[in-house]
């Protein structure tokens, strides 16, 4: 069994919909992160948490540590949030690498 | 600044043949890691480099190797291939192994056929 599951593992919305993507682990951890990966392979973090909740524009990200579980949550989701969407953790006991999940694959239609 | 940048973007061998991987790491970085990413799959972590030294590996077989320069750039090198190795190879880079602050560069894609 993974470390770290993602769900669903692919998603489609409308334009506009409220989105959200789950990431359950099952080790303790550091810090979470969520990534992006656009088709072509680059990857970018969107956000590192170790508690509570972050917001960048359109994305909320939040974590419960007790509950070993965390979402990406985007608001008003547009055609260019396309993407694979990809959580990673650092472990408690080896903080010098990600343990990623498989991602999650978005596509928003117009 | 260039960020992270791997040379090739793509690549294609043929089972049992050798392929080097290249990476540069963001300015002000001295720490590469690199993973592989089979398709449809999350990346998994194949070793890290500081000090030119490997310093931690993952579950990957002897036949991949790497090495650090001392201008921090990285190479990684896949000895008889097998088609199983086709994947996207990410290299990321950060300062003093930290994780927290880890940037990925686009990344290679190996085709073995």
């Known amino acids: 069994k993974n470390e770290v599951e993602q769900s669903p593992q692919n998603l489609t919305a409308q334009e506009g919909e409220f989105i959200t993507i789950n990431c359950s682990y099952s080790v303790g951890i550091s810090a979470l992160h969520w990534l992006q990966q656009h088709p072509g392979g680059g990857i970018v973090s969107l956000f590192m948490l170790s508690s509570g909740k972050k917001k960048h524009g359109r994305l909320i990200a939040t974590i419960n540590i007790q509950e070993k579980h965390s979402s990406l949550h985007i608001t008003a989701s547009h055609p260019r949030d396309s993407a694979v969407y990809i959580c990673a953790v650092i472990k408690s006991y080896n903080t010098d690498k990600l343990i990623f999940g498989t991602g999650t694959r978005l596509q928003v239609f117009p | 600044d260039a960020g992270v940048t791997q040379s090739p973007t793509h690549l294609i061998k043929t089972r049992g043949q050798q392929v080097t991987l290249r990476c540069s790491p963001k300015?002000?970085?001295?720490?590469v890691s690199w993973y592989q990413q089979a398709l449809g799959q999350g990346p998994q972590f194949i070793f890290q480099y500081y000090e030119e030294e490997e310093r931690q590996r993952g579950n990957f077989p002897d036949r991949f190797s790497g090495h650090q320069f001392p201008n921090y750039s990285s190479e990684l090198n896949v000895n008889a291939l097998l088609l199983g190795d086709s994947a996207l190879y990410l290299c990321a880079s950060s300062f003093r192994f930290r994780t927290d602050t880890q940037y990925f560069g686009p990344g290679t894609r190996l085709t073995v056929l």
């Open positions: 300015s002000g970085h001295d720490t």
